[in-house]
């Protein structure tokens, strides 16, 4: 791997949306342009991958099917295109009223991740 200086969850990141050579070329061809910081780059290719339709194939149906946490994360994570921490799943299961509501929210508000759409519904900000 070409690209320096990750976090921890930089690294996780990373690795969700350059699963494949490809989209690992892709990255560092279009989006990382030797910044020392992977923020706004991978900021920028999550929102080209989701404009590419990336993760809208995952249905309630599938989440709700999912037989272990790590496939529930694994869904979750191709969805938003975003680390889930397990933690996560806790908030999701415990303050949304289903799968359904979540991916509503998802669509409603694609820039943010799972859990701060969570908190914010839980607190009745949206």
């Known amino acids: 791997m070409n690209v320096s200086n990750k976090s921890d969850f930089m690294e996780k990141w990373y690795n969700l949306l350059c699963n494949t050579p490809e989209r690992e070329k892709e990255f560092l061809e279009k989006f990382y342009k030797e910044d020392k910081w992977l923020l706004g780059p991978l900021g920028d290719y999550r929102k080209y991958q989701m404009q590419q339709g990336r993760g809208r194939?995952?249905?309630a149906e599938d989440l709700i099917l999912a037989t272990t946490k790590e496939e529930?994360?694994?869904?979750?994570?191709?969805?938003?295109?975003?680390p889930i921490e397990e933690y996560e799943l806790i908030y999701i299961s415990k303050f949304l009223k289903s799968y359904d509501y979540l991916l509503k929210l998802h669509n409603a508000?694609?820039?943010y991740p799972?859990?701060?759409?969570?908190?914010?519904?839980?607190?009745?900000?949206?």
């Open 57 to 59: 194939d995952i249905t």
């Open 72 to 82: 529930l994360m694994n869904l979750l994570e191709e969805i938003f295109l975003y």
């Open 109 to 111: 508000y694609p820039d």
């Open 114 to 126: 799972a859990i701060k759409l969570v908190l914010w519904e839980k607190q009745g900000l949206i």
